[in-house]
């Protein structure tokens, strides 16, 4: 006979995201650092859309243990990517919940973050939380930028490429700066990219991009059109031509057969007139035969 086992009543369970702060109400450091959060997060979010798992959040708690939620000296990643995972909103990332930490962190730098971002945070990431890539970087100064990849439980350095990409191998994907406008601020932006260094498109470069297609469709459109045109005009000038041919070939044979009539009256008034057969063929070029049936 099967024995049931209860479970304990006063064992308490840890708690869900559902009952977690999922704000602490601190804003982001300017409004570079968030336009730089938005384009890390917008432009790869379509190349996410295309698989069956993942996720990407930014600027949101992650819970990894209990002992956090005491001390409440841990804010969330500035941008964090996790695969593998159901495709789902969250209000924090709950480490005991999702039974995986996040597989890229990249924090942006700031004069009152960086010292804590290099050193402490990148610590929790290496030793409690176990993120396999950890990168950093700072919007006001592009030349602070790394990347660190967990190698047998101590984040390596990730050498910057000969492309001058720093490669997330678990994304397979390649972060790269990039100077250029983004909603408005023209400033050195890092950016999400292909290997072959193809970046992922903003909002607006789709659009931009969408329009230059729209444009070069209507473009070759118009050219199809004007073609089609042409060869019209060209198939008319053609037909007007043949039948200039025609007419051209009816007027010669035309002028042909009255030449010949003229010439055979001619050689009738020569016969009338008392000349040979022999003589008017002379006269005429034309076959002695020719002349005696103008006779007969």
């Keep these: 006979m099967l024995e ?15 009952e ?13 650092h968030k336009l730089q959060m938005d384009i890390l997060i917008d432009t790869i979010q379509p ?17 990894y243990s209990l002992a956090q939620l005491k001390n409440q000296d841990f804010r969330g990643p500035d941008f964090f990517a996790v695969l593998d995972v159901p495709k789902t909103e969250r209000l924090s990332w709950v480490v005991w919940e999702e039974g995986k930490p996040p597989d890229v962190v990249i924090e942006l730098l700031s004069e ?17 939380m176990r993120v396999s890539e950890y990168f950093w970087y700072d ?27 720093l490669v997330s191998k678990v994304l397979n994907l390649a972060l790269v700066r990039w100077q250029g406008i983004y909603r408005g601020v023209d400033t050195t932006w890092l950016r999400w990219a292909t290997l072959d260094g193809e970046l992922f498109p903003t909002a607006q470069e789709n659009a931009l ?46 002028r042909a057969e009255q030449a010949e009539l003229q010439l055979r009256q001619v050689a009738i008034n020569l016969l009338q007139n008392g000349m040979s057969v022999e003589q008017v063929a002379q006269l005429t070029n034309l076959d002695i035969l020719q002349v005696e049936r103008l006779i007969n």
């Design 209 to 254: 991009m969408a329009q230059q297609k729209l444009e070069e469709e209507q473009q070759r459109l118009e050219q199809e059109k004007q073609r089609a045109e042409q060869e019209k005009q060209r198939a008319e000038q053609e037909k007007q031509r043949a039948e200039q041919e025609k007419q051209r070939a009816e007027q010669e044979k035309q």
């Design 112 to 128: 009152s973050t960086a010292n804590n971002d290099k050193n402490a945070k990148k610590l929790i990431y290496q030793n409690q």
């Design 47 to 63: 190349w996410l859309d295309q698989r069956n798992d993942g996720y990407v959040g930014g600027n949101m708690f992650v819970y």
């Design 20 to 32: 977690l702060p999922c704000d602490d109400g601190i804003p982001m450091e300017t409004q570079r």
């Design 139 to 165: 919007p006001f100064n592009p030349d602070d930028f790394a990347g660190f990849d967990l190698n047998s439980g101590v984040y390596q350095p990730i050498p910057i490429n000969e492309k001058n990409q």
């Design 4 to 18: 049931t086992v209860l479970a304990e009543p006063n064992v308490k369970m840890p708690p869900t995201q559902a």
